[in-house]
């Protein structure tokens, strides 16, 4: 990834997407064991389909920086390749600049909702009566780690356009088929690594 805020903050958002991935399996399974239960001994384990819910709002707000430091966002770049450099770098800046207004935006409203749930300690309307601030401080936390990243990014892509061009397009452009191919292979190259380094 080379320098810049995405390099910093990519150990992070790592860390969060793994214990993200991790709490998505356990989830998974406690479904799976749920219906099995229900099935078979009409026993059920409650509000497994509330947790879910929970999980996936928060699992998804880290997603989103996961996604934007290994970029993998979708963006559109059919004309790209025909237009000028400039135009490239200022497109770069632009898709840059409007990423981190929808995070910013999206925390702005998600600190707004939780900061009212805290204030009422509203329950949730289901079996669990789960206080909301619970699980939507995760939600937002999520929602905050992609404003910041997303806003640094933003604020480096600016500095980039005036100072050097090359770097913007290489850190914040799109992904050529050839990165993209190459990033496919150094994963794999890593992940044969670890299976022959371990016992």
């Known amino acids: 990834m080379g320098s810049g805020p ?16 991790w709490t998505l399996m356990a989830i998974s399974f406690a479904t799976v064991f749920e219906i099995v239960a229900r099935k078979l ?48 770098s200022v497109l770069n800046v632009l898709a840059t600049l409007a990423l981190a207004a929808m995070a910013i935006f999206c925390a702005w409203r998600g600190w707004t909702e939780l900061a009212a749930n805290i204030e009422s300690g509203k329950p949730a309307n289901t079996p669990l009566q789960t206080r909301l601030w619970i699980p939507q401080l995760f939600w937002f936390a ?6 910041i990243t997303a806003g640094a990014a933003a604020a480096h892509a600016i500095g980039l356009f005036f100072s050097d061009r090359g770097a913007l397009d290489r850190l914040y452009g799109s992904t050529s088929l050839e990165d993209e191919v190459r990033t496919e292979v150094s994963q794999l190259e890593t992940r044969l690594v670890e299976t022959e380094a371990r016992p």
């Open 6 to 21: 995405l390099a910093a903050m990519t150990p992070v958002v790592r860390l969060a997407a793994i214990a993200s991935g």
């Open 41 to 88: 001994f009409a026993y059920s384990l409650g509000s497994i389909d509330e947790i879910g819910g929970y999980v996936l709002a928060a699992t998804s707000a880290i997603g989103f920086s996961w996604a934007f430091v290994t970029r993998s966002h979708m963006r559109i770049t059919l004309a790209f390749p025909y237009l000028p450099a400039t135009v490239r």
């Open 142 to 147: 999520g929602l905050a780690m992609f404003a």
